[in-house]
């Protein structure tokens, strides 16, 4: 047993003698990227709390009705600060629709590309897009309203995205292609079991 407890001992000694400070080595690091971790979870928190902030300022402002001059500017003020979280996009998306009620059109349109661009998540992206098609439509841009279309990526969106081209080939009085569009769009309702009575109607017409 003697012999055998102090073998063990010499290769232990060996052992730690060969390897032992890459093993402190790896379990240093494996605390540091602890703390790294752990850090960048706390600024990632922090940063959506801010980011949440700025945004209810931005609500706010609307429902103030305030002059979107200074809603523009905490807009600017959110993107610039926090452009990766939703809160940045959802903040465009707000000041894209107050400005295209004020008939600003080149506001809202720069919002909606920011976010088509810059955009958190995909969704917001589509949604953008959607909007930007149907802004540029309203102002007979049929070009530049059906090249935000071709951009759709989430086939969740796409019947939408399908019915507002067809509402585009229809306003260019193109019925075969508008005919076309709102079918496809209609196909796309159903796998998602969404009824849609308005494009029936135009399904009709």
């Given amino acids: 047993m003697y012999e055998t407890d102090r073998e063990q001992l010499d290769l232990l000694k060996n052992f730690?003698?060969?390897?032992?400070?890459?093993?402190?080595?790896?379990?240093?690091?494996?605390l540091a990227l602890g703390y790294v971790w752990r850090g960048w979870k706390m600024h990632q928190t922090t940063q959506e709390i801010s980011a949440n902030e700025w945004y209810q300022k931005v609500l706010v402002l609307q429902a103030k009705n305030i002059d979107v001059a200074e809603e523009v500017k905490t807009v600017n003020e959110l993107k610039h600060q926090f452009p990766n979280t939703p809160y940045a996009s959802l903040g465009a998306l707000v000041l894209a629709t107050q400005s295209a009620n004020a008939q600003q059109y080149d506001v809202a349109l720069s919002e909606l590309q920011w976010v088509a661009t810059q955009g958190s998540s995909t969704v917001f992206k589509d949604i953008a897009n959607i909007r930007i098609a149907r802004l540029e439509a309203q102002q007979s841009h049929w070009t530049q309203a059906l090249s935000a279309l071709s951009?759709?990526?989430?086939?969740?969106?796409?019947?939408?995205?399908?019915?507002?081209?067809?509402?585009?080939?229809?306003?260019?009085?193109?019925?075969?292609?508008?005919?076309?569009?709102?079918?496809?769009?209609?196909?796309?309702?159903?796998?998602?079991?969404?009824?849609?009575?308005?494009?029936?109607?135009k399904l009709a017409t």
Avoid: F, S
């Fill in 16 to 30: 730690w003698r060969e390897y032992g400070r890459w093993i402190v080595v790896a379990v240093m690091a494996g």
């Fill in 151 to 201: 951009k759709i990526t989430d086939t969740d969106y796409q019947p939408l995205a399908d019915e507002t081209r067809g509402d585009i080939y229809r306003a260019e009085h193109n019925e075969p292609l508008a005919h076309k569009a709102y079918q496809q769009a209609m196909e796309g309702y159903q796998r998602l079991n969404i009824d849609n009575p308005l494009l029936k109607m």
